[in-house]
């Protein structure tokens, strides 16, 4: 099963979703899941796009692990669901997203070893 349906490789983002959805809360605040899909379009310009199969198992793993809260409001006469950071959720995105920038340093240095960030 792909988490994303990409243009790019899939492999490569397959272990990112979650840490998409915690830094798109980090910076939003608070989206439904229909919303967080298009963020992630829109940023991508189209490359990336989280399906819905991929995308609610996600939410609700890291609303079972304490990393999110959820808000129900009446929207056009309709619930939607809100998803929001609980504190532990914020201190998780900023280990997440140190996590993934090293990564991403060690991965550039292997790639492209005369690379650097100044």
Known sequence: MYIFEVMANSKLYKGSLNTIILKLLEEQGKMYGYEITQKVKALTKGELHITEGALYPALHKLE???????????????????????????????NRLAELEEFIRSMQQLVNPNWSID
């Open 64 to 94: 079972a692990e304490g990393l999110l809260d959820v808000e129900v409001a009446k929207v056009d006469n309709r619930l939607r669901k809100y998803y929001k950071l609980t504190e532990a959720g914020e201190k998780e995105t900023v």
